[in-house]
Structures are given as structure tokens and as C-alpha cells.
């Protein structure tokens, strides 16, 4: 665990990794050659302590883990305004690690998990548009050296 600021709202490992197995997308954060960091929302699976996803070919988001892969992913869970409160409920969790591309049957494996996550009562046709796309997408790994959670309930 990564310490948070607020104690009083930090949440335990358990909850954390539930977070990151329900949550629907989360937010990969890199850095570019030029410092400058980027965030963008995408789809993913959580397993063993890796987050995976997929993308095209080419993007900046490519050439910012080429340039350095240590990222963080941040996933928001449930949340409610409270406009009388001028506060929000919500419960967080963001992941440390290093990314890397992935191959093989490790790659496989890592699109089959986003399927039974996304499509489960499609997994036969998955399968099928896996083989037909595969030329056409990366498949990377984060293998997570810290994890943290706040809520506010």
C-alpha cells in the first residue's frame, strides 16, 4: 500500500483491489519525453496484480511508456454529490507500477480476461474478433509496485 493524506479516509488493500476488479474504466497516466503528463480513460482487467489493456498500434500513449514506463492508473467507483454539503461521496483507487508490452500467451490470456470482464455472454464471438483483429492491437501490462484507496461514505 501507498500511503494517502487523509488517514481518516484511506481505505485497506482488500477494498483497493476490489475497486480495481469491478471498476468500469480507469485512467492510465504517462509522461512525455518532454515532461508533459498525459491521462487517458480505457478499458481494462485486473489480475494477480496487473492491470491489462489494449490499443492500436501507434498513439501517444505508446510513446510515452517507450519514453518511461513507470505510470499510474486511477479507477473511481461509486460516487454522489452532495450539493448541501458542498462535498461528494466517492471511493477511489490508484495503482503504481511499470508497463510493458506483452506477447504470446501471456497476450492471450489478458484479452480473454477483458472479454469475460466486458462481453461475458459473448465470449465465442470474442474469440473470433480476437483472431481477426489481432494484427491490429498492443496488449500491455502493469505490474503494480503500489496500490492506495480513499472514500468519502
Known amino acids: 500500500m501507498r500511503s494517502v493524506r487523509r488517514k481518516d479516509r484511506e481505505i485497506g488493500t482488500d477494498e483497493v483491489i476490489g475497486l480495481l476488479l469491478t471498476g468500469e474504466y480507469g485512467v492510465l497516466s504517462t509522461s512525455g519525453a518532454d515532461g508533459q503528463a498525459y ?3 480505457l478499458s481494462y482487467a485486473f489480475k494477480d496484480n496487473h492491470i491489462y489493456f489494449h490499443c492500436a498500434l501507434s498513439g501517444h500513449k ?3 511508456i517507450e519514453n518511461n514506463p513507470l505510470v499510474s492508473f ?10 448541501e454539503k458542498f462535498a461528494t461521496e466517492y471511493e477511489s483507487a490508484v495503482a503504481f507500477g511499470t508497463a510493458s ?3 504470446g500467451a501471456e497476450r492471450f490470456a489478458a484479452l480473454l480476461l477483458l472479454l469475460q470482464k466486458y462481453t461475458p455472454e459473448f ?12 494484427l491490429a492491437t498492443k496488449v500491455f501490462k502493469i505490474e503494480l509496485t503500489a ?7
Open 74 to 83: 486511477c479507477v473511481v467507483g461509486k460516487t454522489k454529490v452532495l450539493p
Open 123 to 134: 465470449l465465442e464471438e470474442g474469440e473470433k474478433y480476437i483472431a481477426q483483429k489481432d
Open 147 to 153: 496500490i492506495s484507496g480513499k472514500a468519502r461514505r
Open 101 to 103: 508490452e506483452i506477447t
Open 62 to 64: 505508446l510513446e510515452n
Open 39 to 41: 491521462g487517458v480513460p
